[in-house]
């Protein structure tokens, strides 16, 4: 839903055009509109198609076009106006960052001209992932699956890979606790030394975290214990940028020895808003097992299958955005889906909330990344909830519906939020969060089929 | 799969097509997507407002919803025709709130039932009369007052260190992570690192110095220029620290206080990469007039509307800064090791003022000058963009195009400045005036009076 820009006063100077011939473009042929007939009744789709154009001229080296654009959206955008002008400031930000870029080949898309990344406190993270159910929609469906997964089981290893910095651990940790079994299932959780380099930062270190979640499992009686797997950070330190050689040798790295499974523990793998860093290039890999042409995506997944694990657990955004969108699309999918989160804020929190504007400026750093970036920087790769499913498939998996009890968890969740937000199970059974009927984000789980089939693979 | 180029009508399917009519179970529309074959009827406030709407013709009792009164008339014993309704009453409606300024009012927002649009215009347009006696919040629906009521204060939790949850999962994740329980159970010994962390990956001590320091300026520039590798941190804050005294020069100074603005604004936080790197090649008293020559240039480049001094609001200008920042960061991007040193072409006594006419003069020999390359930033570590004269200012976009008319992001930024107040001193500065650019003095003029068609196509082809 885009909310109409109304009463919007267009800057004084801009007034119908004096001379449309001088506008003289080879590809432009620009008709009598008015602009301020345009901008008086902007509204999202004006924005969408501004941008559009934007993206289209970058794409085919229109630099007249794109700054042209570029300085309507300037006079459109406000950081603090409504979801679709906050949204269009940050695009344009990505956009003039893209533009004015002297050498794409080795920046850091950190260093372009977004705001200061704080660094939070874990009780801030806290709050922070229940502002909305963005995440915690995520955590719920996941938590309930892994239960009902590893009833039976006297120990549990879960892999976590996400970048929510354990926050989705402690009401596990609580559901394990008030089981009335004797004596207690055994919980260990291993965690990367090594996170995507996006927002929600922390201004402690994981181990840190692992501390408290220990504190809070012996106050909950629940045997835990912490891993913390060391891979490494980029292979050069002065490599700002994830090469290809760093996910070379995280894959390598993630073997059973490492990830230390044991054979008498349910292994649980939770990938949480992580499995879109991997790059989706399809690229021939030397060292895959299987023939053709796979991704680092697709290998991850096959690594992850020759585990074993009892479950996957995947939560991602649900939107295309990766290796194979071009610019002009990918901006158009950013803008429509990132509108979900804006306006789910417009709804419930004041325009100057900090809170509010915290979250958008994290938003506004994924859309830094997606717009500004090309190739190996732009690390936010998100795909839909089809082709997950059918990348799920593909590397061996087959999907298990989440069960009654969970479904109601996850309902039972969004009711205690604002009215917009839903939630919908489709045939394969996974889950989505709907905002006003837009997908937003999806979770599902999954298990590898028959051991047999990664016999020769097992235990590398 | 998504189809997002249909702006507005991505959804879980049941909006842009109408209903099957197989289906059994009337589909419920979500709030503000109607359907679009309904009829769409706008009330009167008084109307919407009013509680008892339907009349019972025979004894003129009034009823809030229209089945309760047809469930009276019934009670009436009605001959049978007149007990039926009437059957063209089939057809769905859809109502729009009357409030103008509202965004239901248009017919394409409008809300599916009567009684959604009557709570939603007394909701939002209409007076709270409906007070909690537990807490404050007041309401204007009163079944809302009442939903409210039964929540407030039950389901509460309290965590040790204060703070009140009404979600139960939101308290657990705050209670594993607060502090009280940190303190209140004793360090633990069981956390198993596999191994002792190696010096290069264990976090080092400068990682919480951001946050707890009080210098702006450092944290800034570890943000900035950094990724989340620990490494970088040590080495930047290392480097950094010698210069956080010139960085509070350049806050004090006067003309930078509009970009300052703000203890963690993006302007600040860009305006003191600029002074760190400048502050190492200079000395401290031709810092002023570099700040000045800055300002004036980042006044030139950015948008007219000073916000106020919050971190957010200054977006406007980072569109700007974004550039200037980038060129900044580029340095560590890409000058490796040299992390706050300048790059080495401008002799340390040049001020901002003769760096940018330095480059009008380089830019002269090239077909045109990008603001980039005029910041004499390019030339430190890319050289080939500086050779190749055609595709200057295209390489200089990070585009790899070939330059046309020699407009380009310039415009964008000249354009700006034109309109909401020029500053001759800053255009002349860069060498270029008004009348230097022959061909693209049309774009600029017509960038001047604003004249551009967005509505319409742009290529003159339908790009979507």
Not at chain 1, 55 to 70: R, W
Not at chain 1, 191 to 210: A, D, H, M, Y
Request: glycine fraction near 8%.
């Amino acid at each position: 839903m885009k909310a109409d820009v109304r009463g919007k006063n267009p800057s004084p100077t801009i007034s119908s055009m004096q001379n449309p011939s001088l506008f003289t473009n080879s590809r432009s042929s620009i008709s009598g509109a008015v602009l301020t007939g345009c901008l008086s009744s902007l509204d999202g789709a004006c924005i969408e198609k501004l941008l559009l154009h934007c993206g289209s001229a970058l794409e085919s080296n229109d630099v007249t076009l794109a700054q042209q654009v570029m300085w309507v959206l300037n006079n459109v955008a406000s950081a603090v106006g409504d979801p679709n002008q906050r949204l269009a400031s940050y695009f344009l930000r990505a956009l003039v960052s893209r533009a004015s870029r002297v050498c794409p080949a080795t920046m850091s898309f950190k260093a372009a001209g977004i705001p200061h990344r704080r660094l939070m406190s874990v009780t801030e993270l806290a709050g922070y992932v229940d502002l909305i159910p963005w995440h915690r929609f995520g955590f719920c469906a996941s938590n309930n699956a892994i239960l009902d997964a590893v009833r039976g089981f006297r120990k549990i290893h879960i892999l976590d890979l996400s970048i929510t910095h354990c926050m989705q651990w402690p009401t596990l940790i609580d559901a394990l606790g008030k089981e009335p079994e004797c004596p207690p299932v055994e919980l260990r959780i291993s965690v990367l030394s090594w996170r995507p380099p996006t927002p929600p930062l922390l201004n402690i270190p994981i181990e840190k975290v692992g501390q408290r979640l220990v504190n809070f499992a012996r106050y909950r009686d629940v045997p835990f214990e912490f891993n913390v797997i060391k891979v490494g950070g980029p292979v050069e330190e002065e490599e700002t940028v994830v090469s290809s050689s760093f996910y070379d040798f995280l894959l390598s790295q993630l073997n059973a020895t490492i990830v230390k499974v044991n054979v008498d523990e349910a292994l649980v793998v939770n990938i949480q808003n992580w499995l879109r860093y991997l790059p989706d290039e399809e690229t021939s890999l030397s060292d895959s097992s299987c023939d053709g042409i796979m991704s680092y995506r697709d290998s991850f997944l096959e690594l992850v299958g020759r585990l074993s694990p009892c479950l996957v657990t995947v939560v991602d955004e649900d939107c295309d955005l990766g290796a194979q969108s071009g610019l002009a699309s990918r901006i158009v999918s950013c803008f429509n889906y990132m509108w979900i989160p804006f306006d789910a804020f417009e709804t419930f929190l004041p325009k100057d909330s900090p809170q509010r504007i915290e979250y958008e400026s994290d938003i506004g750093h994924k859309i830094e990344n997606i717009v500004g970036y090309e190739g190996a920087q732009r690390i936010e790769r998100l795909e839909s909830e089809g082709r997950l499913c059918r990348r799920m498939a593909a590397a061996g998996f087959m999907s298990v519906p989440f069960g009654e009890e969970t479904v109601k968890e996850v309902k039972a969740l969004l009711d205690e939020h604002a009215s917009g937000w839903g939630m919908k199970k489709d045939e394969e059974g996974m889950l989505v969060l709907t905002w006003k009927g837009h997908n937003a984000v999806y979770a599902g789980a999954w298990v590898p089929y028959a051991p047999a089939f990664h016999q020769n693979n097992l235990l590398v | 799969m998504n189809d997002s180029t249909a702006s507005g009508d991505v959804s879980s399917g049941n909006q842009a097509t109408p209903p099957p009519k197989s289906i059994a179970k009337k589909k419920r529309n979500l709030p503000g997507m109607p359907d679009p074959d309904a009829e769409v009827i706008a009330l009167s406030p008084k109307t919407l407002m009013a509680t008892n709407r339907f009349v019972c013709e025979v004894c003129k009792k009034g009823f809030q919803r229209d089945q309760n009164l047809q469930l009276h008339r019934r009670g009436h014993n009605l001959p049978w025709k007149l007990r039926q309704r009437s059957s063209k009453d089939v057809k769905k409606r859809v109502y729009v709130c009357p409030e103008p300024s509202c965004v239901h009012h248009e017919p394409s927002r409008a809300l599916g039932d009567l009684t959604g649009i009557k709570k939603h215009f007394c909701r939002k347009h209409g007076e709270k009369k409906w007070k909690c006696d537990k807490c404050s919040k007041k309401y204007a629906v009163q079944s809302d007052w009442k939903a409210h009521s039964k929540i407030c204060g039950t389901k509460e939790y309290k965590c040790d260190c204060g703070t009140l949850f009404n979600r139960k999962d939101s308290f657990i994740t705050h209670r594993a992570f607060c502090d009280a329980l940190a303190e209140e159970t004793s360090r633990p010994a069981s956390v198993s690192p596999p191994s002792p962390p190696s010096p290069a990956l264990s976090p080092p001590p400068p990682l919480p110095l951001p946050s707890e320091h009080e210098d702006s300026t450092q944290t800034d520039v570890v943000s900035l220029a950094l990724p989340d590798n620990n490494n970088h941190v040590t080495e930047i804050l290392e480097s950094a620290k010698p210069d956080s005294t010139s960085g509070r020069v350049l806050e004090e100074t006067p003309l930078m206080t509009n970009l300052t603005s703000g203890s963690s604004s993006n302007g600040s936080s860009s305006s003191n990469v600029f002074a760190t790197l400048f502050a190492s090649s200079t000395s401290s008293g031709s810092f002023q007039s570099q700040s000045a020559g800055f300002s004036n240039l980042f006044q030139a480049i950015a948008c007219p509307d000073p916000m106020p001094a919050t971190a957010p609001s200054s977006s406007s200008e980072p569109v700007a800064l974004g550039l200037a920042v980038n060129q900044g960061s580029s340095i560590f991007g890409t000058a490796g090791q040299d992390h706050v040193q300048y790059p080495p072409a401008p002799p340390p006594s040049l001020s901002a003022t003769a760096l940018l006419q330095k480059a009008a003069q380089m830019g002269a020999a090239a077909s045109n000058t990008s603001l980039l390359r005029g910041l004499g930033i390019v030339s430190s570590s890319s050289s080939p963009s500086v050779s190749h004269d055609g595709a200057s200012l295209a390489s200089g976009l990070g585009l790899g195009l070939a330059c046309d008319s020699g407009s380009g992001l310039k415009e964008l930024m000249l354009g700006t400045p034109s309109i909401f107040g020029p500053k001759q001193t800053t255009l002349d500065l860069l060498g270029l005036g008004m009348a230097a650019t022959g061909g693209s003095t049309s774009g600029l003029s017509v960038l001047m009076n604003g004249g551009l068609d967005v509505g319409r196509d742009f290529g003159g082809q339908d790009i979507r």
